[in-house]
């Protein structure tokens, strides 16, 4: 079981940059690959983006078109999402997930095994 605990949301005009982080912990050596999802008002949970366990690789969703970058440091445990150019659609609660994968080839909602419980990021026009 992996315990996540994000921060770093709050209001940002459309266009500028945000980070949120994720802090997690596990009592086994296992290896997770983490992602980040995010829930608008009204809508399903949806991908945004995933690192591997070591970091080396990464996916995004189509919708990031390059803003978003996601990074982890293992020595403290925790994962990045640097968001870039906000757009008012980038409104949403922010979730920190960890994947029952060590890689990135699978990363859908169902692959994951363990969710923190986000962080809201709001983007104002």
């Known amino acids: 079981q992996v315990q996540l605990v994000e921060s770093g949301g709050g209001l940002v005009q459309a266009g500028g940059s945000l980070r949120v982080s994720c802090a997690y912990s596990t009592l086994t050596s296992s290896r997770h690959a983490m992602g980040w999802f995010r829930q608008a008002p009204g809508k399903e949970r949806e991908f945004v983006a995933v690192?591997?366990?070591?970091?080396?690789?990464?996916k995004y969703a189509d919708f990031v078109k390059g803003r978003f970058t996601i990074s982890r440091d293992l020595a403290k445990n925790t994962v990045y999402l640097l968001m870039n150019s906000l757009e008012p659609e980038d409104t949403g609660i922010y979730y920190c997930?960890?994947?029952?994968?060590?890689?990135?080839?699978?990363?859908?909602?169902?692959?994951?095994?363990?969710w923190g419980k986000g962080t809201l990021v709001t983007v104002s026009s």
């Open positions: 690192i591997s366990w070591s970091g080396g690789n990464t």
């Open positions: 997930a960890a994947s029952k994968y060590d890689d990135v080839i699978k990363s859908d909602y169902y692959d994951m095994v363990d």
